[in-house]
């Protein structure tokens, strides 16, 4: 049971209840299909130079989706229908093989590759970015990124979104420390764009947003986005990053790009634990991961990964040395208040989680195969708010003579389930899926009081919760034909997509308007501060259950008429139950100019609905805003913008963004040991969903209590407010140098450069003219544009030899600008940029047993300081803005155990996946 008496088995039970029906009536469909002979094609994989087998090599059949990974030892065992085809073998690091086999059936083949080592990625098939499913990642036109396994380990980190950062120059992962549940769930940013401006998919299906809606002060305020950190990194065969606009293939949010991530389809066994902390002594990180896969027979698999991390907090905040039982208007001091110094927090949260997720393809007669896969994790998390003085008003002294501090705390519950079939017929793959995703997010006060309840009140509070689920169903089709004017790849498909977005209330006492006024002191007898202090709770007029469903349906062209030239047309329509509907269109090109350099461009119209967090949020929560030079608390209201207090304000029902994008660019490989990408963009976005900035004027205070609404000292809304403008440049440089004996080394250069520019800005609503500077203020168009460092040069390099491996890398974070004050220029910092530098040395010990040592931010590098410290009483020293947080060097130890085979659990054969023998 969770904190709050609710069972986190409701996610199980609901899955179960609504992915039945899919199941059944997909089973339906495959089971009616008659059976057919198959033939079998065998081999092995080889390094070319050292002979040694290959593992993990895809074996693909050419124009198809059929497809298996070679085992540990690098054999496969691919069945198929009799007939001739082109296989292609891929791995990254090596150069992709192809050659030709003629099955019949009932019988078996033997076709043996051998691949050439480059160091690169190129040759990858990717999922993302193109419907033809032989598409690499260097023959799309396009620029997509390709991050394996091995890159996602050697970086030594347990998050998978620090992952990305670390190994994608345009990725932004900022680690703010605010009392939202922000720091339990961290929004990305990719190509400067919001963090709900990019689609996740998983195995090429679309990916479910957390319930959290950020609101408070930090990079992707006003968003909802995918938490990347419940997919465990030991679960990742490759995440491809798509650094395009994409609407026009998969739908909304797809505006900065695609991040794919594929996971794990091999019949490997693992068990790996870690232990790291700060430099400081804190922030101590201990993590266990383990997996297990095993093949069936056909080329069937079923792989598990489970991960469990304990992370302590972290706390850069400094002692408050100032007088804490008097203040302004106290003749005395307070009673019982003991003067000394106190400790605010400042820095990690307080965090445990574990997650297991599971991928399956079970193939069965004429060719089909039933696939499926997902995950379930949990997270608890505890994090402070401000600490308040004993005496503050909004302390009750006669409970916290000395102050307190209060903390809050969530119990989040994330789980997806994703089926489905997929096959050939009549020379179309096709392939029909479901896909249910949903997330809890509880919260909690604790430490706390609700002042106007006066010593009467509880200490600790549940808040209500926040939920969200989805569920898409897509079907598919592809084929390619030979024209006239050259192979042409054909895609068209459907989807249906219902989402669904609920606020609880929460207890009654966490939003309670107490009977009680000011206890003591100067202020006594005036109105006490309502509500559960830090985080007051969800009320029943903020509850809500809405929900929205649409259907879409794509084409996707691809069109060679030379080898030399590559044309992509896609277009997409959707239509919304809520606000109508929308067409977008796309177009791309390649054309290699000379073997290994071609130039690519792209130009795209994109959508974004509004999120349903976006129309029916609504809380109460503290904000610190900088007032005359003092940061100063405020209880401001997120209005939903059908409420009485947001149709007050001049909120509006929300429509969709529109963007329209165009790229251009470059990739040169003379050579398979080297590459070099260099990709320019720019992106138009009309009508941008943001939220207001906060209003706090008194008469807006005042007109919400003339109309009941009592409590809040502020208010703000989502809004369509402004137009922007972001333009940038990619650049990527890889080489791999093969030293023979002496082993290979891999050296990648990334830079990014992006700047978002506010167009325009829509008035302020009559209802606020009088009293408020801007709909959209200084401090919010600042965040925007100035809060994300502008460029990032990323150098990594790795080195491996025999049993021997090392990754060197550090990246420069640009500058960026934060501006707290709605009207003071005096209080705005630009934060220079600065250097972290990260390592990891490995070690095989057996064949089996491996150790590492990884470093992050091992030169113990901090941002600037805040250059306005009486803000805060010199307590909080860094910005929450910071794109590497403030936390110092982290070190970490590794141990790793890879196992062939569990004597009680499987029969192995030649340390290969359990298949049945010849005699069977």
């Avoid at 996971?263 to 991961?289: P, Y």
């Amino acid at each position: 049971m969770s904190a709050h008496g609710v069972s986190p088995k409701y996610s199980l039970v609901t899955l179960r209840r609504r992915m039945t029906a899919s199941f059944a009536l997909l089973l339906t469909v495959a089971a009616s299909a008659g059976a057919q002979a198959m033939g079998t094609v065998t081999g092995r994989v080889t390094d070319a130079s050292s002979g040694n087998p290959v593992a993990d090599a895809q074996v693909r059949v050419v124009g198809s989706t059929a497809g298996v990974m070679t085992r540990t030892d690098g054999t496969y065992r691919l069945v198929i229908a009799p007939g001739r085809y082109e296989l292609r073998v891929s791995r990254i690091g090596y150069a992709a093989a192809r050659d030709s086999v003629i099955v019949d059936a009932a019988v078996t083949v033997t076709k043996d590759f051998r691949l050439d080592q480059t160091g690169l990625s190129l040759d990858q098939i990717v999922v993302v970015g193109s419907r033809r499913p032989d598409r690499t990642a260097v023959e799309a036109p396009v620029p997509i990124d390709v991050l394996s396994a091995e890159d996602l380990q050697n970086t030594g980190l347990t998050e998978t979104s620090q992952v990305i950062q670390m190994l994608a120059p345009s990725f932004n992962f900022p680690r703010p420390s605010v009392n939202d549940g922000t720091d339990h769930v961290r929004p990305a940013t990719l190509r400067g764009l919001g963090p709900d401006q990019v689609l996740v998919l998983v195995n090429g299906k679309r990916r479910h947003t957390t319930a959290l809606v950020h609101v408070n002060g930090s990079v992707g305020r006003g968003s909802t986005s995918v938490d990347l950190n419940a997919i465990p990194v030991s679960a990742i065969e490759r995440i491809e990053i798509l650094r395009d606009g994409a609407a026009a293939q998969y739908g909304s949010d797809a505006i900065a790009g695609v991040i794919n991530v594929v996971l794990r389809s091999d019949a490997h066994r693992s068990i790996s634990a870690s232990l790291g902390q700060t430099t400081e002594g804190d922030g101590r990180v201990t993590q266990a991961q383990a997996n297990y896969g095993v093949g069936f027979a056909n080329n069937g698999v079923f792989h598990i990964s489970g991960e469990f991390r304990d992370r302590d907090s972290t706390n850069r905040a400094r002692p408050d040395l100032t007088p804490q039982c008097t203040g302004p208007g106290w003749t005395s001091p307070v009673p019982n208040c003991v003067e000394g110094p106190k400790q605010s927090w400042q820095g990690d949260a307080d965090t445990r989680d574990w997650g297991v997720f599971a991928n399956t393809s079970l193939p069965f007669g004429s060719g089909m195969e039933f696939y499926g896969f997902g995950g379930y994790s949990q997270r608890e998390g505890i994090a402070a708010g401000f600490y308040r003085r004993a005496f503050d008003d909004r302390t009750v002294r006669a409970v916290y003579p000395n102050g307190f501090l209060p903390l809050i705390s969530s119990d989040i519950a994330d789980a997806s389930l994703s089926a489905g079939v997929r096959g050939v017929a009549a020379g179309w793959s096709w392939d029909l899926g479901g896909v249910y995703g949903q997330n809890g997010f509880e919260f909690g006060v604790h430490n706390s009081i609700n002042t106007s309840m006066g010593v009467n009140s509880p200490r600790d509070f549940y808040a209500g919760a926040l939920r969200f689920n989805q569920m898409t169903f897509n079907g598919d089709i592809t084929r390619q034909f030979t024209t006239g004017i050259g192979l042409m790849n054909v895609a068209a498909g459907a989807e249906f997509r219902r989402d669904n977005f609920k606020l609880e209330r929460g207890d009654e006492d966490s939003y309670r308007v107490g009977p009680f006024d000011i206890l003591d002191g100067p202020n006594a007898g005036r109105p006490a501060a309502p509500f559960a202090q830090v985080f007051p709770g969800f009320r029943p007029e903020d509850e809500t259950d809405a929900s929205r469903n649409n259907v879409a349906g794509y084409v996707d062209l691809e069109l060679s008429p030379t080898d030399q030239l590559l044309v992509s047309l896609a277009g997409r329509a959707e239509r919304y139950s809520d606000f109508g509907s929308t067409t977008d269109v796309k177009a791309a090109l390649r054309y290699e100019l000379l073997r290994g350099l071609a130039v690519r461009g792209a130009m795209q119209t994109g959508f974004r609905a509004p999120s349903l967090g976006q129309s029916y949020f609504s809380a109460v929560s503290t904000n610190f805003i900088i007032v005359s030079g003092v940061s100063t608390p405020f209880e401001i209201r997120t209005f939903a913008v059908g409420s009485l207090g947001g149709r007050l304000l001049g909120a509006v029902p929300l429509k969709p963004e529109e963007s329209e994008g165009v790229s251009a660019g470059i990739t040169f490989n003379p050579v398979r040991f080297f590459s070099l990408t260099a990709d320019w963009y720019r992106v138009n976005i009309d009508d941008r969903i943001v939220l207001s900035g906060n209003f706090i004027d008194s008469t807006v205070a005042n007109l919400l209590e003339d109309n009941g609404i009592v409590g809040v000292s502020g208010a703000r809304y989502f809004t369509n407010a402004i137009n922007t403008r972001t333009t940038g440049l990619d650049i990527v440089a890889s080489l791999a140098v093969d030293l023979n004996t002496k082993g290979l080394v891999r050296f990648t250069a990334g830079f990014n450069e992006n700047r978002t520019k506010v167009l325009q800005v829509d008035p302020t609503p009559p209802q606020l003219a009088a009293v408020s500077a801007a709909l959209f203020d200084r401090t919010e168009r600042s965040r925007l544009e100035e809060g994300q460092p502008r460029n990032r040069i990323s150098l990594t390099s790795t080195y491996d030899l025999n049993r021997f491996g090392l990754m060197a890398h550090t990246s420069r974070y640009g500058k960026f600008v934060s501006r707290p004050s709605q009207t003071n220029p005096a209080n705005d910092q630009v934060f220079q940029p600065k250097w972290i530098t990260d390592l990891s040395l490995s070690y095989k010990l057996t064949s089996q047993f491996s150790l590492a040592l990884s470093g992050s931010n091992i030169f113990d590098v901090y941002p600037d300081t805040n250059i306005t410290p009486n803000q805060t009483r010199g307590i909080y020293l860094y910005n929450g803005l910071t794109p590497f947080g403030f936390n110092g060097a982290f070190w970490s130890v590794r141990a790793t155990y890879e196992y062939s085979r569990i004597p009680f659990l499987s029969r192995r054969k030649n340390g290969s996946a359990p298949m049945k023998s010849d005699d069977e």
